[in-house]
T-cell receptor, first 114, second 113 residues
Framework: NAGVTQTPKFQVLKTGQSMTLQCAQD?????MYWYRQDPGMGLRLIYY???????DKGEVPNGYNVSRLNKREFSLRLESAAPSQTSVYFC?????????????FGSGTQLSVL | GDSVTQMEGPVTLSEEAFLTINCTYT??????LFWYVQYPGEGLQLLLK?????DKGSNKGFEATYRKETTSFHLEKGSVQVSDSAVYFC????????????FGQGTRLTINP
């Protein structure tokens, strides 16, 4: 199915381990986003990319890095995981034009850091 | 900076009750406004949107009107069903500029039969 694909769906890490969350979209969207969802705090923007080759910090970028190497893929990296990064992570992509505005979310990655 | 504030949850209603979930925003310029819904165990789905003042978004019996004078985008439904139980998120984005998509904190809605 076309859409936004996130991998993995579940991950358990030990404190200090690193990992990369992958996100890919096949809809030729320009903008892509990474959010984390925590109970009582809603969705908070970690990083976003308005177009291929550009990235910008969101509300909570500390402890994360991102990479937008091509239009399809936008990865999120945790260099040294901490228990505070236990969360559900959502990737999203968006296309906008004078006549159209669409946003799609991936199904999420549940990450636990022990 | 830009922000979205939703009414505190959780909200619990009986089936066929009238629903209102309040949403207000702070933004410079003219944002587009959205309501997203997240059903248990799933990702977020677009419920409805409005891109300019006085626009009304509607879908699945839900409605919301973009009110620039009160900076609000309240979600309403005349008769809720058990299947409407979910978490609802209000969000904004500005088409120009940084294109950050900003969400409210979410409101958990439970409908009892």
């Amino acid at each position: 199915n076309a859409g936004v694909t996130q991998t993995p769906k579940f991950q358990v890490l030990k404190t200090g381990q690193s990992m990369t969350l992958q996100c890919a979209q096949d809809m030729n969207h320009n903008s892509m986003y990474w959010y984390r969802q925590d109970p009582g705090m809603g969705l908070r923007l970690i990083y976003y990319s308005a177009s291929e080759g550009t990235t910008d910090k969101g509300e909570v970028p500390n402890g994360y890095n991102v990479s937008r190497l091509n239009k399809r893929e936008f990865s999120l990296r945790l260099e040294s995981a901490a228990p505070s990064q236990t969360s559900v992570y959502f990737c999203a992509s968006r296309i906008t034009s004078a006549t159209n505005e669409k946003l799609f979310f991936g199904s999420g990655t549940q990450l636990s850091v022990l | 900076g830009d922000s979205v504030t939703q009414m505190e949850g959780p909200v619990t209603l009986s089936e066929e009750a009238f629903l209102t979930i309040n949403c207000t925003y702070t933004a410079t310029g003219y944002p587009s406004l959205f309501w997203y819904v997240q059903y248990p165990g799933e990702g977020l789905q677009l419920l409805l949107k409005a891109t300019k003042a006085d626009d009304k978004g509607s879908n699945k019996g839900f409605e919301a009107t973009y009110r620039k004078e009160t900076t609000s985008f309240h979600l309403e439904k005349g008769s809720v069903q058990v299947s409407d139980s979910a978490v609802y998120f209000c969000a904004l984005i500005k088409i120009q500029g940084a294109q950050k998509l900003v969400f409210g904190q979410g409101t958990r809605l439970t409908i009892n039969p």
